[in-house]
């Protein structure tokens, strides 16, 4: 019988704060596998930290997303956000699954078209387009969605030059009742600027005007807010038939749509809108609007969050324990906010991977990174674990691996786990060769031997 780990009693004042229905947040129970896979399996394989993705949630989720849309509305087509998680194998996943590819960055382009998604199948958002890019894009007749007057005019030169015709639509902003208001993209809907917009591209030669893209907001919990939008893009829809005879042929909602991690500062329980609650708001929206059937146009959705962030889990151990000074209990974990930069955003739901006793405590739950600012959970009812112990993080597939950072320590594995549980690196681990391989020595630092 091993000797149990000695810690030395710490009396202090317990602060419980006040307690909803759901009492307090505790993470006791444990999660020993992902997909059949073991976790101590998984990190003694690729290592610790490591990021776990699965393929079957990932198809999971878009089924379902689709099922939810197209079951209440005719024409309806979804668009992989590539900022959300721009890895070819997850990106192919939703491909194969029927997915575009909706991209900001002649980067993420120039991806989507390695990953086989067709010219035609590209939706290409964003303020800053190159024209090298915008030439790209026209010949290979992708959808641009303009977003200011700069872009439409160098756009419009660009076709004159080619002689071609682009297919382009304009990104709106408009007043949902969602405040503040995201007016920083696009052209505003109530002081007249999308309708002047619109005008210009009706006169151009060069420009056909196919859609009409909102994207009002991130982590929505409105369906109302989209109905709203809704209404507004197929009012503009509707006038461009009627003074300009064109036939608007999609109408783009953007993403937006909560996950289910839980917002820091969020009190209690929230009860999120479900995918169905948000199908039936948009497309009763459309279909009320007074379309014809014949010009009915195509439902464009470019969700990302809802479909990829429940695929993913990071995997990591607890490197040490102590008490802070005012007497709670901190855990230092081998992960920080520079590969889980969600961790700003949400209060992720963390469980040990291993069995533990039932007494827990309010923990700090801290990276290892030389930074204050490097915390994982600022409150989190944990139980005791020791150095060597691993830890499972909840939904992290969205925007951790686009947005994460190179800082003090190298960037993790990413592994999936196909829909047979077989395990597949999807990225490899850093390692100092990587990290150094577009770094250049002036001569007269050159070692001397």
């Not at 790209?136 to 030169?157: G, P």
């Not at 420009?207 to 982590?219: E, P, Q």
């Not at 014809?292 to 151990?317: I, K, N």
């Not at 600022?378 to 994460?404: F, I």
Request: charged share 20%; hydrophobic share 40%.
């Amino acid at each position: 019988m091993s000797k149990l780990k000695y810690e030395r009693p710490f009396i202090k004042k317990m602060s419980v704060g006040m307690l909803d229905k759901t009492g307090t947040q505790s993470e006791l129970t444990p999660v020993t596998t992902i997909d059949g896979i073991a976790v101590k399996e998984l990190i003694r394989k690729y290592g610790s930290p490591v990021f776990v993705m699965s393929e079957q949630q990932i198809r999971h989720n878009y089924q379902f997303a689709v099922r939810a849309f197209a079951t209440r509305y005719p024409k309806v087509q979804y668009a992989w956000s590539y900022k959300t998680h721009y890895n070819n194998a997850i990106c192919r996943i939703f491909h194969q699954e029927g997915s575009w590819a909706e991209v900001v960055s002649g980067f993420e382009y120039q991806k989507a078209l390695n990953n086989g998604v067709p010219g035609s199948q590209i939706i290409f958002n964003g303020p800053d387009k190159q024209e090298s890019e915008l030439i790209l894009a026209v010949n290979h007749e992708s959808l641009i969605h303009i977003d200011h007057l700069e872009e439409l005019y160098l756009l419009s030169s660009i076709c004159n030059t080619l002689k071609k015709k682009a297919r382009v639509a304009i990104r709106v902003n408009m007043d949902t009742g969602i405040y503040p208001m995201w007016d920083r993209f696009g052209f505003n809907y109530e002081n007249g600027q999308a309708w002047t917009a619109l005008q210009k591209i009706a006169a151009s030669e060069f420009l056909s005007l196919t859609g009409l893209h909102a994207h009002i907001g991130t982590y929505m919990m409105s369906t109302n807010a989209y109905a709203i939008a809704a209404t507004k893009l197929s009012t503009l829809a509707l006038q461009c038939k009627k003074e300009f005879n064109i036939t608007v042929k999609y109408i783009d909602l953007g993403g937006g749509f909560p996950g289910t991690n839980i917002l820091r500062g969020t009190y209690g329980a929230v009860q999120l809108p479900t995918v169905d609650e948000f199908a039936e708001a948009i497309t009763h929206a459309i279909l009320q609007a007074g379309f014809p059937p014949a010009d009915l146009p195509m439902l464009v959705l470019e969700s990302g969050r809802l479909l990829v962030d429940d695929a993913g889990y990071l995997l990591g151990t607890v490197l040490a324990n102590k008490k802070l000074s005012d007497g709670r209990k901190a855990t230092i974990m081998d992960f920080g906010v520079n590969i889980m930069f969600t961790s700003f955003w949400y209060d992720h739901k963390i469980s040990p991977a291993q069995e533990v006793t039932s007494f827990q405590e309010d923990t700090v739950l801290y990276g290892p990174l030389c930074m204050n600012i490097d915390v994982i959970r600022e409150h989190v009812s944990l139980p005791l674990m020791n150095r060597g112990d691993h830890v499972v993080v909840h939904k992290v597939g969205a925007y951790n691996m686009t947005q994460w950072m190179q800082f003090i320590a190298m960037r993790p594995a990413i592994v999936l786990i196909d829909t047979n549980s077989n395990t597949h690196v999807i990225r490899q681990k850093e390692d100092l060769a990587y990290m150094e391989q577009l770094e250049q020595i002036p001569e007269h630092l050159t070692l001397k031997n």
